[in-house]
């Protein structure tokens, strides 16, 4: 178990339903010359459901002491971890602009954060 830092235990600390600490990103890519959309879509999600290593702190879970919150915390490996469950496929219809783009991150970030606080 990795020990976190005080400046990681107080962020989790301040969150709240009402104020989410947790970060997002939205990233756009061009697909490499030549491929298959559908085929390099499914093959980039199967290679991310398989992974045996996940960079730390991705695949751990919070581990709390017998003083809760108020002692010391720890990230343990999660061994129930269900990656497909966090990745998912999220298409929009053609033409897609930035606005329904923006709109469906938008929507499911929400969505995520009424679930994600303590």
């Known amino acids: 178990m990795k020990k976190l830092s005080i400046i990681d235990s107080a962020f989790l600390m301040m969150e709240s339903r009402e104020t989410p600490m947790h970060t997002s990103s939205f990233n756009l890519f061009t697909l490499p010359e030549g491929a298959d959309e559908q085929e ?4 980039l999600a199967d290679g991310l459901r398989t992974a045996h290593e996940l960079q730390s702190p991705f695949g751990e879970k919070l581990k709390v002491g017998p003083r809760g919150m108020l002692g010391p915390l720890y990230w343990e490996k999660d061994t129930s971890l ?37």
């Not at 390099?40 to 093959?43: M, N, Y």
């Not at 897609?96 to 994600?116: I, N, P």
């Open 40 to 43: 390099f879509l499914h093959g």
């Open 82 to 118: 269900g990656l497909n469950y966090h990745i998912r496929h999220s298409a929009l219809p053609k033409p897609g602009r930035f606005r329904e783009s923006f709109a469906l991150v938008s929507r499911l970030h929400g969505t995520l954060s009424a679930f994600s606080a303590w």
